[in-house]
């Protein structure tokens, strides 16, 4: 529940189901952003999302300031995968499928 003047920000990564592609993404409704990634997926088929299948969330923060969420996309995007890896399962080691929770 956000307060007012405060709301919510979500950095994001998402994986395809064996896992061999990493999308780094940021939203401010984590939950909406991942059904139009789900729908993505058979509605637009040229999207980088479609492409690879990208739809299972391995990976979020959230943060009050949009500015900070677009700053921390753009530095997440700049790593080698080897670095995304390591954020990844720094929360998640096991690497599991975490949009269950909020596509409820």
């Known amino acids: 529940m956000s307060k007012e003047g405060w709301h919510n920000y ?3 990564i998402l994986t395809n189901k064996n896992r061999t592609v990493i999308y780094t993404g940021m939203t401010n ?3 909406r952003r991942l059904r139009e990634h789900q ?3 058979s509605l637009n088929s040229k999207s980088f999302v ?3 299948k990208c739809k299972h969330l391995l990976y979020y ?3 009050s300031w949009v500015q900070e969420a677009i700053s921390r996309e753009k ?3 700049g790593w ?3 670095k995304k890896v390591d954020l990844i399962k720094s929360t998640n080691p096991n690497l599991e499928f975490l949009e269950g929770s909020f596509l409820q």
């Open 10 to 12: 979500y950095v994001y």
């Open 29 to 31: 409704n984590l939950h």
């Open 39 to 41: 729908n993505a997926i």
């Open 50 to 52: 479609a492409k690879y």
């Open 61 to 63: 923060e959230r943060y």
């Open 75 to 77: 530095e997440i995007k």
């Open 80 to 82: 080698l995968r080897v």
